[in-house]
């Protein structure tokens, strides 16, 4: 079966750090392109980062200079390096793959069950 | 940045009802939309994807139309596991972004 699990979630305090890690099975991160969206609780979603299979990066306005997206291959493994954090970092982090043009355009095809977030003192 | 902006934010609808869901992007996006749907304490599910492509698995009542600025979902003869949040999004250009969501209740 196709499926993400992610991991890491938890309380911190504002200008701590946290890495959320993201798990496939049925399926390769490295071969794969790979996003983290969140969820604020009773908000919509926001994308966050996403990595290509090429290792290209990209993220949203809200969230660069402070978060890194990577990938372990040999663990076969998504991270989110989260630092810097602040109380409106609070939310649910999904992490999903990323279907663009060069492989059918699925957009985000796969989502993990999301692990939260809160940033508070 | 391209604005998503989805009408109604939200929607009551009977078990049966045809309902619409309007997008509209801030510029041309093409046809790199997508729809989800999220259920209460559930991760979304695609839906649609390049506009009018429906993803494997997904019920023939859901349909996505339009190109450009222009969008919508159509649930043609809703049923009752279909009351749920409604949200699109576009990835023509970074950032990504999705529209507020459009809330299907119950009449």
């Known amino acids: 079966e196709v499926q993400l699990v992610e991991s890491g979630g938890g309380l911190i305090q504002p200008g701590g750090s946290l890495r959320l890690s993201c798990a496939p099975s049925?399926?390769?991160?490295?071969?794969?392109?790979m996003s983290w969206v969140r969820q604020a609780p009773g908000k919509g979603l926001e994308w966050v980062s996403v990595?290509?299979?090429?290792?290209?990066?990209n993220y949203a306005d809200s969230v660069k200079g402070r978060f890194t997206i990577s990938r372990d291959n040999s663990k076969n493994t998504l991270y989110l390096q989260m630092n810097s954090l602040r109380a409106e970092d609070t939310a649910v982090y999904y992490c999903?793959?990323?279907?663009?043009?060069?492989?059918?355009?699925?957009?985000?095809?796969?989502w993990g069950q999301g692990t939260m977030v809160s940033v508070s003192s | 940045d391209i604005q998503m902006t989805q009408s109604p934010s939200t929607l009551s609808a009977s078990v049966g009802d045809r309902v619409t869901i309007t997008c509209r992007a801030s510029q041309s996006i093409s046809s790199w939309l997508a729809w989800y749907q999220q259920k209460p304490g559930k991760a979304p599910k695609l839906l649609i994807y390049?506009?009018?492509s429906l993803e494997g698995g997904v019920p023939s009542r859901f349909s996505g139309s339009g190109s450009g600025t222009e969008f919508t979902l159509t649930i043609t003869s809703l049923q009752s596991e279909d009351f749920a949040t409604y949200y699109c999004?576009?990835?023509?250009?970074?950032?990504?972004?999705f529209g507020q969501g459009t809330k299907v209740e119950i009449k």
């Open positions: 990595i290509y299979s090429d290792g290209y990066t």
């Open positions: 049925g399926f390769t991160v490295s071969s794969n392109y």
């Open positions: 390049k506009a009018s």
């Open positions: 999903a793959r990323t279907m663009l043009a060069v492989s059918g355009g699925r957009a985000f095809d796969i």
């Open positions: 999004q576009h990835y023509n250009s970074y950032p990504w972004t």
